[in-house]
């Protein structure tokens, strides 16, 4: 990775590309931000974009596009069936996959709901290193079980270990032979684990899994999601890969595989999904269930423009300037804060910086949801938007009792090449002043608690008007800066 050395001595990311298309902001003053975040029920998915600064909800469907990525959209094939647009796509996906088969689906979770479909069955497990939301309905939702068998290191809060996100193949050898391996739908391997902090899994571990499935003739389902930030990790981590280019490494990892499949609206920047598969037997059980549930095998439920940005996407994916800009940024940001004391997940990992809220709030209980007062809190001090990721994104067990979550983070997601450099010192600048401040946030309760899901649509409201002292001690700090 090329790296650039300031002569101030000063660590910093170097964008590698310049904006050209642009977007307006509002950075509404705070008094407003009140109204929405109240409106919202403290709910940061019920925000509407004109009162955000920056949204860092999500990297999903938000990344920027590259000029090649728009041009290409303008030239696409709108043929129902036989579109040479897919066929530039499927071609490409054998490019970098070396994968025979493709099935294209309208996001991840559709290509999460067909393997699980045709692969879980009632009383069967799907071991994995951890679970993503979506992942583990699809699993659940079809009779199986989820069972995470992440390192223990995976869900230490501050680390140096490089691969949280690896799968301890101890615990998977014990749990294939107390179930045995016809329990076993397949194993699931998550690039970029998402929930633990964006962490990646290093090749060699990936190995290691592969070992275990082919000693038990088990399938080996592999998540690429978050390919991107973890193809970084793996060329700047681990030793072996370093002379390796991203398009070898992606042809190892994807040797591995027995399917793969991915959300095109993280990985490839556009808006979609597709399943791999070089196994002529699985792709043709999958296959019905596309045309079934997506669209026809040309599309998928894609817009064509979208498959044409996609194919564009995967292939600027395979160049290191690019993959590099989300890491490094994320970087930053988290090295910045830690310095300053705020408590982050560290190592740095991908997709965003994420907040411990359980240690950033100590004096808030876990009953009274700190990931989700985080969020809150940090929303009307800076307009800066971000995910609960924590017991409010848990939901009760059969009894309605709280199943509280490992973690209570607030994930400060970096979309790629979106933001620049003073706005994340921005977004830095108003976390440690809330840090300095956190003895004034309380806690939040439900209000209006769905059933599935609470975490999109429930409302909750503050234990004490916690807001209203934060709002005094913001003015008497800043007067009437925004
Ligand atoms: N797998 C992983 C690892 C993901 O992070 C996501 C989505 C999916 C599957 C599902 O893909 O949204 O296209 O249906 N993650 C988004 C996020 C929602 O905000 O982290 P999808």
Redesign the pocket.
């Given at each position: 990775m090329s790296t650039v050395t300031f002569h101030s001595g000063e660590r910093i990311p170097l964008e590698m590309h310049k904006v050209r298309i642009v977007q307006k902001l509002n950075l509404v003053p705070i008094e407003r931000r009140l109204e929405a975040i109240r409106a919202a029920g403290n709910n940061t998915f019920l925000l509407r974009n004109r009162d955000i600064y920056l949204d860092m909800l999500?990297?999903?469907g938000v990344n920027a596009m590259s000029d090649r990525q728009l041009a290409a959209m303008m030239e696409s094939d709108d043929s129902y069936a036989g579109s040479e647009t897919y066929a530039k796509l499927e071609e490409k996906i054998r490019e970098i996959f070396g994968t025979e088969y493709f099935l294209p689906v309208h996001?991840?979770?559709?290509a999460?709901n067909i393997i699980s479909r045709v692969f879980v069955k009632p009383g069967t497990i799907v071991p994995m290193n951890y679970h993503?939301t979506?992942?583990k309905a699809h699993v659940v939702l079809n009779g199986g079980t989820v069972e995470e068998l992440l390192i223990d290191e995976g869900l230490a809060v501050t680390s140096t270990h490089p691969f949280k996100g690896n799968l301890d193949v101890g615990k998977l050898e014990a749990l294939i032979k107390t179930h045995g391996a016809e329990r076993i739908a397949f194993v699931r391997v998550?690039t970029g684990t998402?929930l633990i902090g964006g962490q990646p899994h290093s090749l060699a571990n990936l190995r290691e899994v592969r070992a275990v499935c082919d000693r038990h003739g088990v399938m080996l389902v592999f998540?690429a999601?978050?390919l991107a930030d973890n193809l970084y990790f793996i060329k700047t981590r681990e030793p072996e890969a370093a002379n390796l280019s991203l398009r070898e490494i992606t042809r190892i990892i994807a040797d591995m595989a027995d399917v793969l499949y991915f959300?095109a609206?993280?990985l490839g920047c556009a808006r979609g999904?597709g399943i791999c598969t070089r196994n002529q037997d699985h792709y043709m059980k999958m296959r019905e269930l596309v045309t079934l549930y997506e669209g026809f095998l040309t599309y998928g439920g894609m817009s064509i423009r979208e498959i044409e940005a996609l194919t564009v996407g995967l292939d600027e994916t395979m160049d290191e300037d690019m993959v590099s800009q989300g890491p490094q940024f994320i970087e930053y940001m988290v090295n910045d804060l830690d310095r300053q004391g705020v408590p982050v997940i560290t190592p740095p990992g991908g997709?965003g910086c994420h907040l411990d809220a359980m240690r950033f709030l100590d004096h808030v209980p876990q009953t009274q949801y700190p990931a989700g007062a985080l969020a809150s809190a940090l929303f009307l001090v800076s307009g800066v938007r971000g995910?609960e990721r924590g017991s409010v994104s848990e939901q009760r067990d059969a009894e309605g009792n709280e199943t509280y979550s490992n973690m209570e983070l607030l994930r400060l997601?970096m979309p790629r090449r979106v933001f620049t450099l003073s706005q994340v010192k921005y977004a830095v600048d108003r976390i440690v002043w809330l840090y300095e401040n956190r003895a004034l946030v309380g806690g939040l309760r439900f209000v209006e608690e769905p059933k599935l899901l609470r975490f999109f649509f429930g409302k909750l409201e503050t234990t004490t008007d916690w807001h209203a002292a934060l709002i005094a001690k913001f003015r008497a700090d800043f007067g009437d800066s925004l």
């Open positions: 999500t990297d999903s996001q991840g979770r559709a999460e993503f979506t992942s998550e998402n998540d999601s978050l959300s609206r993280k999904g997709l995910m997601a």
